[in-house]
């Protein structure tokens, strides 16, 4: 496993280089790394990957967070419920993309061998 590819990722950059950016902006990514030319789409359905790491996010970050408030009577079942399905909703749409690049670096972390080596005259440049 190397994390190196997750920790470029988590930053917006390209697994292969660490130089180029995958996110255009917050709801769309590159095809291409605009340094090394790497293609970030693996085959079809590969981004399909981020819908669980999203998920994973928005249960961790968001939903529990308010549950543990209204178990201990910070919050109001209300008020539980309603910021629970708005933050869910928000996060889907304006997160998608970034769990898109983070699904990208969690995939080269498991599977380093598809990883294709930089031509050695690329990094000297």
């Known amino acids: 496993m190397k994390l190196l590819y997750l920790k470029r990722t988590c930053q917006n950059r390209c697994p292969r280089c660490g130089k180029g950016k995958v996110l255009k902006d917050i709801?769309?990514?590159r095809d291409f790394c605009n340094v090394c030319e790497f293609e970030f789409n693996r085959e079809n359905g590969f981004f399909l990957g981020?819908?669980?790491?999203s998920y994973t996010l928005i249960?961790?970050?968001?939903?529990?967070?308010?549950l543990i408030?209204?178990?201990?009577?910070?919050a109001t079942v209300l008020m539980t419920i309603i910021c629970s399905i708005l933050g869910s909703v928000?996060?889907?749409?304006?997160g998608y993309a970034y769990c898109q690049c983070l699904w990208?670096?969690?995939y080269f972390c498991f599977a380093n061998n598809e990883m294709p080596v930089l031509d050695s005259t690329a990094e000297n440049e």
């Open 90 to 94: 928000a996060f889907t749409y304006l």
């Open 69 to 74: 408030a209204y178990f201990f009577g910070w």
């Open 27 to 29: 709801f769309s990514r």
């Open 50 to 53: 981020g819908i669980p790491v």
């Open 104 to 106: 990208l670096g969690l």
């Open 59 to 66: 249960c961790t970050f968001w939903i529990v967070p308010w």
